[in-house]
């Protein structure tokens, strides 16, 4: 046994200092450069052979379609439910009545503590638009400052479905006028739709976006896309572009250029959250009220109004069971 446990113990060490001699070796040898540079020139313009992937395509086209039935879900829930926007700020409200805290901070953040002035809400307030560049290909060069206008802007969902490899039409990924003019909210008259018909509209909708949410996760682990970290724009590809179009006053010496992070899910499909109100709640949420009141999504919200049913995730953030404000 003894014999058998000095044989191991040599043998150990003998493996471990050849290992240690051969890593002394290699890092004692000068890599040719030259020789590598032509190789890795290659593999970079061959990369995009690998684009798009197969497996994502499917992913990709789910997206585009719970996209199509988020935006036509939306516009119809608009014609029943109320809902509200401030005239200074992006503050929107969902529900009869706006509520009468003062959380307005203005146009340009220049007032805070002011009571909020409602009006009509449109798609653009529950559906906030995030828009990109459509890029020929998804490798291409970087588009310079003058190449600005040379380049569509179309939706960033859209675009990284396109270079996803999913077939949309021309009428739904340069719709953006449509998107920007649809219905505007409770300025007209409530459509006659049924209370079931009006449940499964908001269920549908409301699967449709935590579908597609889901489907924008799985592509931004393949895809890279990338945000701004001064301002909101939003980048599909493997590098940002030149043009200079930061409008972050205070960042004025960096001549408008954009400084790229990388982007994830609430930066392609942002979401605007809005007050919630729960049932042990005032009809009307007042200022004191403020630090007991939940909050939620503005599509979840929409769809919790006519009778969809909401995912349990969401019910720490709307305080579904936390305490009603004190009475005054």
Not at 23 to 49: E, N
Not at 103 to 131: E, S, Y
């Amino acid at each position: 046994m003894a014999s058998l446990g000095r044989r191991a113990g040599s043998y150990i060490c003998s493996e471990l200092c050849g290992s240690v001699l051969n890593q002394r070796r290699y890092s004692s040898s000068r890599v040719d450069w030259k020789q590598l540079r032509p190789m890795i020139l290659k593999r970079i313009k061959s990369r995009s052979k690998e684009y798009p992937i197969k497996r994502m395509i499917p992913v990709a086209e789910e997206v585009v379609r719970a996209r199509e039935i988020v935006t036509e879900g939306v516009s119809t829930l608009l014609n029943v439910v109320p809902v509200h926007s401030c005239k200074f700020c992006p503050e929107v409200h969902i529900g009869a009545t706006g509520h009468e805290m003062k959380t307005c901070h203005g146009f340009k953040r220049m007032i805070k503590d002011r009571p909020h002035k409602w009006g009509p809400g449109n798609l653009n307030d529950i559906l906030v638009p995030a828009q990109a560049f459509h890029l020929k290909e998804m490798f291409q060069d970087e588009i310079k400052h003058d190449q600005r206008f040379d380049f569509a802007r179309v939706p960033a969902v859209l675009e990284l479905c396109h270079q996803a490899g999913a077939d949309i039409p021309d009428e739904i990924l340069y719709r953006i006028e449509q998107l920007s003019t649809a219905v505007r909210g409770n300025s007209q008259q409530p459509a006659p739709i049924l209370p079931d018909q009006l449940r499964y509209i908001g269920q549908r909708t409301l699967d449709a976006w935590e579908s597609l949410r889901l489907g924008v996760t799985k592509l931004l682990l393949v895809y890279p896309s990338k945000v701004c970290e001064h301002c909101s724009e939003v980048h599909v590809g493997p590098s940002g572009h030149k043009a200079r179009m930061c409008g972050v006053f205070k960042f004025e010496g960096w001549k408008g250029m954009h400084k790229w992070k990388k982007a994830g899910v609430d930066d392609l499909v942002p979401q605007k959250i809005v007050w919630h109100r729960r049932p042990h709640d005032p009809p009307v949420l007042v200022d004191g009220g403020r630090d007991y009141y939940g909050h939620a999504p503005a599509v979840i919200e929409l769809c919790m109004q006519v009778g969809a049913r909401v995912p349990p995730k969401y019910h720490c953030m709307m305080k579904t069971h936390g305490l009603a404000p004190p009475v005054q």
